[in-house]
């Protein structure tokens, strides 16, 4: 079925560049840079030297919108422009299932009916927010971000 869909973890290793870029639904890649790296081809410590062009090259080859993983989160669509840049990010939220909790709440948003690309990225800026709150001046677990989500939301709201 042609439906909207995320692609993360063990998924980006099966990915083939054809096949996704033959879908006609939305796809939204969401690669950390050791996962980008495996799929370009190249060491990580390419990927993090230039996580920009990292993150074009991506959605360009894939035909996909892609949503770079780290402290600042990158968004590229799969038609060019503009790459999204995400500030609220936080390295304490590089800790095991945070891409998850991110996954999870950008897939939500996609399903939902947004756009891939604003998908991502709104699901990076609350994940990144939801992960400051979370931390208060230490690392968080994903666990105590994904608890932390509904206080973004309303904190987006100005509530």
Known sequence: AEVPV?????GLRLAEADAVRAR????????????AAALLGVAREEVEGDRLASVRELAA?????????????????????PVRVNATGTSWLATAGSGDVLSGLA??????GLSAVDAGSAGAYLHGLAGRFAA???????H????????AWRDVRGE
């Open 24 to 35: 006609r639904a939305p796809t939204l890649m969401t690669p950390h840079a050791g996962e």
């Open 61 to 81: 080859r894939y035909g996909a919108t892609v949503l770079l993983k780290g402290s600042t989160t990158l968004v590229a669509s799969a038609r060019g422009g």
């Open 107 to 112: 897939g939500s948003l996609l399903a939902a």
């Open 6 to 10: 995320l692609i993360d973890a063990d």
């Open 144 to 151: 105590d971000v994904a608890e932390a989500i509904p206080r």
């Open 136 to 142: 208060q001046g230490a690392p968080a677990g994903a």
